[in-house]
């Protein structure tokens, strides 16, 4: 929040979604040095929502954490908005946030994704198996509710991490009852791969914006900051990003994260005291 409203003039008012448990600490935070002049709505996600739509999977931690789902849920948050842009936790902007509003969005679009075949940030494998830039990465191909979609195994996935969504029309086209229909089926059915490449989230909208969806500006979401391919970027290239993601296990605000020196820029201290950095130079005073 505090890199988006530092590069640009526009007005911006963000949508906090988060747990009820959470409200007041975020509360408090938000009041602190330059974010005070931040517009602003906590809002609560209310995970009953998915009940049914989600298998408790303990190989797949995110399963486990309802606030991932979010997305699927805007028109909900920002009841009033025709267009929002959606983005997880785990980025810094560089960019003007209007050029990224401001993306045309084909008409019948819902929502405009980065998609992984032309970005630079991806192409990487994930433990050998599913590839993480197509389709058969994140959908198993065996099931034959799957291959009745007559969707390409081949096809380019995107990330789902950051998105210019036009409420109007997911309103008019009812998309998070599609995304929960086939919630509801994998559930039943198990119709994601086992191989998963990346988010939970990803194989329902996949499904769902099937050729049906516009793209943003690849560096609109330089990503993999947070696996060790982030490594790889150069620094001019990080410094170009107009967005950058830290999607992967590596946060920027734990210890082995690639440029957290970037993050941290803008990163703004918990005045309650109850969220610190982990730092590789602290380690030693944490064991104490």
């Given at each position: ?21 959470t ?10 040095g ?92 994930i ?10 990465g ?84 330089v ?26 296990h ?39």
């Amino acid at each position: 929040m505090n890199s988006i409203q530092h590069n640009t003039r526009s007005s911006v008012i963000f949508y906090i979604v988060t747990l009820n448990d959470t409200a007041d600490h975020l509360r408090s935070w938000l009041k602190s040095g330059s974010l005070k002049s931040i517009r602003y709505k906590i809002v609560n996600f209310d995970t009953k929502l998915l009940e049914g739509k989600v298998k408790e999977d303990p190989d797949q931690g995110e399963s486990m954490k309802p606030l991932t789902f979010a997305r699927f849920y805007l028109p909900i948050f920002v009841p009033s908005a025709k267009k929002a842009i959606y983005m997880d936790d785990d980025v810094i902007v560089q960019g003007d946030i209007l050029a990224l509003y401001n993306t045309p969005l084909k008409p019948g679009h819902a929502a405009a994704f980065s998609e992984d075949c032309d970005s630079t940030s991806t192409k990487v494998v994930i433990r050998g198996a599913g590839n993480q830039y197509n389709y058969i990465g994140y959908l198993d191909y065996k099931k034959e509710r799957i291959r009745k979609l007559s969707m390409k195994a081949s096809t380019c996935s995107f990330n789902p991490g950051v998105f210019v969504a036009n409420l109007t029309e997911w309103k008019r086209q009812n998309i998070t009852n599609q995304l929960e229909k086939w919630m509801k089926l994998n559930v039943e059915e198990g119709l994601y791969s086992r191989t998963l490449a990346g988010s939970i989230t990803t194989p329902p909208l996949l499904i769902v914006f099937y050729q049906q969806h516009s793209t943003i500006d690849p560096m609109w979401n330089v990503r993999h900051l947070g696996s060790s391919a982030g490594k790889r970027y150069s620094p001019q290239f990080v410094k170009a990003a107009k967005l950058l993601h830290w999607n992967g296990h590596f946060k920027p605000w734990g210890r082995t994260a690639s440029y957290t020196d970037v993050w941290e820029k803008w990163y703004i201290p918990d005045p309650t005291g109850k969220f610190s950095l982990i730092r590789r130079h602290m380690e030693i005073s944490n064991i104490k």
